[in-house]
């Protein structure tokens, strides 16, 4: 329908989900990644864009990594 329409993001791209029963809200994504994640009002982890741009990638691998809790998901 839309010849010349281009995806804003490659279909192998990184997606996060934030396991809600592990996150404490200790912020260290936000602080790794602050485009990415952000608290919500009961101070949980939420991810802000879906799938993650290509230029983020590496900040949201080291915001999986570094989470205390292991609350950052990566989902393929």
Known sequence: M?????????????????????????????GIAPDIFDLDDEDYAVVKTDPIPADQEDLAEQSIAECPRAALLRED
């Open 2 to 30: 839309f010849p010349n329409f281009q995806p804003k993001f490659k279909e192998d791209a990184v997606r996060v989900k934030v396991d809600r029963d592990r996150c404490e809200g200790n912020a260290v994504c936000v």
